[in-house]
């Protein structure tokens, strides 16, 4: 059986091996269509029509595009990207640290069905406004019934090393249900507005001041505990094997610095977006991404039942243009959107090709990835 690193084998000895095989197969092929999704999403619906967002905002030297635009980026990068990455990482992983049994995987796929259909639903009524003031709603609904599908699936595994912790829940666990409770209550939110919007609004962008404290909920009890929880879990595991990642991975830390203190400073100082949006990105790009490029990276093939990276130096490319557009997005976004320094409009569609480039190289090192033969049957052939 391809097993996976870090994690013990199944302990049902009453299930016969051979349904345990073919239980570990599916459960990769699961992990891998969410992984492919949370790519596409990042890629097209996410990275793409930010770009194109950023570029007319620069042309127009203001923030002049549309709100549901906007949103509909942030919406696919956060639920359609972060968040699908997150539920198939849980799916596959959180019954073996938990309770080292391997599930089967049909509430997997339903969960993904519903959940793909809700963000795509939801970026179509956003980008196009197609039957916005049904389609809101009910994508909100789907994202909900998957989440709760999920909870119901990791629920009922309890956790079996208490007693190397002494009795009590590893802090990695603790973190990582705090950010389902937070994903939780951000998918609550989420329909609520999308409900509101919907029978009140003449379009279907949500109300600027509920947005930004709907992402700051996001961010901070959603994303950043998930993310510190199964690093907490994998970082131990993984690091030391490249000393490159521990490099990388200390610049997503000085970036969530760079976030907090910006966030500050927007409180502020903001007159124009420019200081929000930096302090935005700092996170999103700076954090977020840069933390799942170099996590995702050791962390997926592994799951995808122990396949080699495709390219370690294509790793290395793709957290050097991040970081560097990112780099560049920041320090341009508030000298123009702030009008301090006019000039620094020209930089911000650079920025823009830099991250671009990153996020296609990311997504290219993983589908290469996941096309290559597992490593323990390249063994066996080159052995043969
Ligand atoms: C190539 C990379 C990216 C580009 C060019 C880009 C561009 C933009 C632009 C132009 C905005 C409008 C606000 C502003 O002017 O700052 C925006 C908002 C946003 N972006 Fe990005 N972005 C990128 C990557 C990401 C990533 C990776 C994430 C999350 C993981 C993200 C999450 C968001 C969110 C949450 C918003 C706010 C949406 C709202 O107001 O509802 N972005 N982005």
């Given at each position: 059986m391809s097993s996976t690193v870090g994690i013990e084998e199944p302990r049902q000895q009453e299930t016969p091996v051979i349904l345990l095989k073919a239980r570990e197969t599916s459960a990769q092929r699961l992990m891998m269509a969410y992984a492919l999704t949370g790519?596409?999403?990042?890629?097209?619906?996410?990275?793409?029509?930010g770009v194109w967002n950023l570029t007319s905002i620069s042309g127009r030297h203001g923030n002049a595009i549309s709100a549901s635009w906007i949103q509909a980026h942030g919406h696919a990068q956060i639920f359609g990207w972060i968040g699908t990455f997150i539920l198939g990482i849980g799916f596959y992983s959180v019954p073996k640290m938990t309770s080292q049994t391997v599930q089967p995987t049909v509430r997997g796929w339903i969960a993904w069905l519903l959940w793909t259909s809700g963000v795509l639903l939801r970026w179509a009524a956003g980008f196009y406004h197609l039957y916005w003031r049904v389609l809101l709603p009910l994508s909100a609904l789907l994202e909900l019934c998957a989440f709760l599908i999920f909870l119901r699936s990791v629920r009922s595994h309890?956790?079996?090393?208490?007693?190397?912790?002494?009795?009590?829940?590893?802090?990695?666990?603790?973190?990582?249900?705090?950010?389902?409770?937070?994903?939780?209550?951000?998918?609550?939110?989420?329909?609520?507005?999308?409900?509101?919007?919907?029978?009140?609004?003449?379009?279907?962008?949500?109300?600027?001041?509920?947005?930004?404290?709907f992402l700051t909920l996001l961010a901070y009890a959603f994303i950043v505990p998930t993310?510190?929880?199964?690093?907490?879990?994998?970082?131990?595991?993984?690091?030391?094997?490249?000393?490159?990642?521990?490099?990388?991975?200390?610049?997503?830390?000085?970036?969530?610095?760079?976030?907090?203190?910006?966030?500050?400073?927007?409180?502020?100082l903001d007159h124009a977006n420019g200081w929000v949006g930096a302090s935005r990105h700092s996170l999103t790009v700076g954090f977020i991404s840069t933390m799942v490029f170099a996590v995702g990276q050791r962390v997926l093939p592994a799951f995808a039942g122990m396949r080699v990276l495709y390219g370690p130096r294509l790793m290395l490319t793709c957290l050097l243009l991040l970081n560097v557009g990112c780099a560049l997005r920041v320090s341009s976004e508030i000298l123009a959107y702030e009008g301090y320094w006019l000039p620094a409009w020209n930089a911000l569609?650079?920025?823009?090709?830099?991250?671009?480039?990153?996020?296609?190289?990311?997504?290219?090192?993983?589908?290469?990835?996941?096309k290559q033969p597992p490593a323990h049957e390249i063994r066996t052939l080159s052995a043969a």
């Amino acid at each position: 059986m391809s097993s996976t690193v870090g994690i013990e084998e199944p302990r049902q000895q009453e299930t016969p091996v051979i349904l345990l095989k073919a239980r570990e197969t599916s459960a990769q092929r699961l992990m891998m269509a969410y992984a492919l999704t949370g790519l596409f999403f990042m890629l097209l619906p996410g990275t793409f029509l930010g770009v194109w967002n950023l570029t007319s905002i620069s042309g127009r030297h203001g923030n002049a595009i549309s709100a549901s635009w906007i949103q509909a980026h942030g919406h696919a990068q956060i639920f359609g990207w972060i968040g699908t990455f997150i539920l198939g990482i849980g799916f596959y992983s959180v019954p073996k640290m938990t309770s080292q049994t391997v599930q089967p995987t049909v509430r997997g796929w339903i969960a993904w069905l519903l959940w793909t259909s809700g963000v795509l639903l939801r970026w179509a009524a956003g980008f196009y406004h197609l039957y916005w003031r049904v389609l809101l709603p009910l994508s909100a609904l789907l994202e909900l019934c998957a989440f709760l599908i999920f909870l119901r699936s990791v629920r009922s595994h309890r956790p079996v090393d208490l007693k190397s912790s002494g009795g009590r829940k590893p802090v990695w666990i603790i973190s990582v249900l705090i950010g389902t409770a937070g994903f939780g209550m951000g998918l609550l939110m989420n329909l609520f507005a999308a409900a509101y919007v919907s029978v009140t609004a003449t379009g279907p962008a949500f109300p600027t001041g509920f947005e930004s404290r709907f992402l700051t909920l996001l961010a901070y009890a959603f994303i950043v505990p998930t993310i510190w929880g199964f690093s907490a879990r994998w970082l131990p595991v993984f690091l030391g094997l490249k000393a490159v990642n521990e490099t990388v991975l200390r610049s997503a830390l000085l970036f969530l610095l760079i976030a907090a203190g910006l966030g500050i400073c927007a409180a502020y100082l903001d007159h124009a977006n420019g200081w929000v949006g930096a302090s935005r990105h700092s996170l999103t790009v700076g954090f977020i991404s840069t933390m799942v490029f170099a996590v995702g990276q050791r962390v997926l093939p592994a799951f995808a039942g122990m396949r080699v990276l495709y390219g370690p130096r294509l790793m290395l490319t793709c957290l050097l243009l991040l970081n560097v557009g990112c780099a560049l997005r920041v320090s341009s976004e508030i000298l123009a959107y702030e009008g301090y320094w006019l000039p620094a409009w020209n930089a911000l569609p650079w920025s823009a090709i830099c991250e671009l480039a990153g996020v296609t190289l990311f997504a290219a090192n993983l589908l290469l990835t996941f096309k290559q033969p597992p490593a323990h049957e390249i063994r066996t052939l080159s052995a043969a």
